[in-house]
């Protein structure tokens, strides 16, 4: 069935787009366990089938932390989802940033990458040992960069928004001095360096620097920050709030120029589910985080394709190769996992269709072109839209 499908579709390119091996997500939360009501690996994954996803890498801020071989097994031992996951583990002991945890053997037991996501691991001391050990395991370090006494509480960066509602402000240098302190460790220790959700131009300046040093720093570009400006946000609607905050229009103009030259191998969502009660309030007091993956596609198809001109094989790229790259794994055969992306599709984004249990995000109402319409992996058709072709 599914090359009958691939041979179909390649009679009408100028409408369907196959993304070989199907879209790849390093950066997700599903919950679980945890928070339930907000997202478990069952949703997750269906949500991740139906923005055409097959593989996903699970963050390990979950309770209790993923830093022990039995929380990695309950990550990969269900083989009846829809999506295989490849979790990543804590890099310190309950994410608490107080001593390095068993890379050892979290390696062994699957892990593909450390982090302690959600939060920065603030002792350097602490950090180079992870970095070196990581580094002779082979295993990237993917890092949440954001200092917390540079951020000083602040929710939003500086906008009409954050004046008019008296929010805290987040300066860019709370990342900017994370990424700086953690591309000297990459220096010592020859320890790839993922920097996750970047949110200003200064991070990708100094990703582009270290990558021309030929150091292993890589970093993500997100869709929300990719697409959306501090400027966008309409009101005090904790929606739009996420972590890092999104940036200025020279920030997103930055973001962009080094998705297009390179300097950013790779997309990623971010997808953060929360109850609807943990995200009112507004910005003050709500959770961080947006959902992600069933709009992922067409947002990025948007900014990037459609107004940064990117060639489709290279938006492709940044979805499959740029992450399989980072894990140092292949893609999975193309007849057995892919995903088809209508780029006629032009839909509007309904929340309430969502398969993720949450609905916490900033695009309701927004139109896109380029939705995911079939979704395969290992053989098996995981989320179909296209019963009559």
């Known amino acids: 069935m599914p090359k009958e499908i691939l041979k179909r579709l390649s009679q009408q390119p100028e409408r369907y787009l196959v993304v070989p091996g199907g879209l790849r997500d390093v950066h997700v939360h599903f919950r679980d366990p945890g928070v339930p009501e907000a997202e478990t690996r069952a949703t997750g994954a269906q949500a991740a089938a139906a923005g055409g996803f097959t593989c996903v890498t699970t963050m390990p801020n979950t309770m209790p932390a993923g830093d022990n071989a039995g929380w990695l097994r309950e990550q990969i031992e269900d083989a009846s989802l829809p999506v295989r996951i490849a979790p990543s583990a804590c890099i310190t002991k309950g994410r608490l940033g107080r001593e390095v945890a068993d890379l050892e053997g979290l390696a062994a037991a699957g892990a593909v990458a450390f982090t302690d996501d959600g939060s920065f691991v603030e002792d350097a001391h602490v950090m180079e040992e992870a970095m070196r050990r990581a580094a002779k395991l082979g295993k990237p370090v993917m890092q949440h960069a954001v200092v917390p006494s540079l951020l000083a509480g602040g929710v939003m960066r500086d906008c009409a928004v954050a004046r008019r509602f008296g929010l805290p402000v987040m300066p860019p240098e709370a990342e900017t001095e994370a990424v700086r302190r953690d591309i000297a460790i990459c220096r010592v220790t020859g320890c790839a360096l993922h920097v996750q959700h ?136 193309t007849e057995d996992n892919f995903a088809v992306i209508d780029l006629q599709a032009c839909r509007q984004v309904n929340p309430t269709a969502f398969r993720t249990r949450s609905r916490n995000q900033p695009f309701a109402g927004m139109r896109f072109a380029a939705w995911p319409v079939l979704t395969v992996f290992n053989g098996k058709v995981t989320h179909d839209e296209l019963h009559d072709f």
């Open 198 to 333: 970047i949110s200003c131009a200064g991070t990708v300046e100094l990703i582009r620097a270290a990558r021309r040093e030929g150091l292993p720093v890589t970093g993500e570009a997100t869709p929300h920050h990719l697409l959306l400006s501090c400027d966008d946000i309409p009101a005090d609607d904790a929606n739009w709030k996420m972590a890092p905050p999104l940036g200025s229009r020279e920030d997103v103009a930055a973001i962009r120029a080094g998705v297009k030259d390179g300097t950013l191998g790779l997309f990623a969502t971010d997808h953060a589910p929360h109850p609807a009660a943990k995200k009112q309030g507004g910005f003050r007091t709500a959770a961080n985080g947006i959902v992600g993956l069933e709009t992922a596609a067409a947002v990025t198809w948007q900014a990037m394709v459609v107004e940064e001109g990117m060639a489709p094989t290279d938006w492709i790229a940044r979805w499959t190769t740029g992450p399989a790259a980072l894990l140092g794994e292949m893609l999975a055969p």
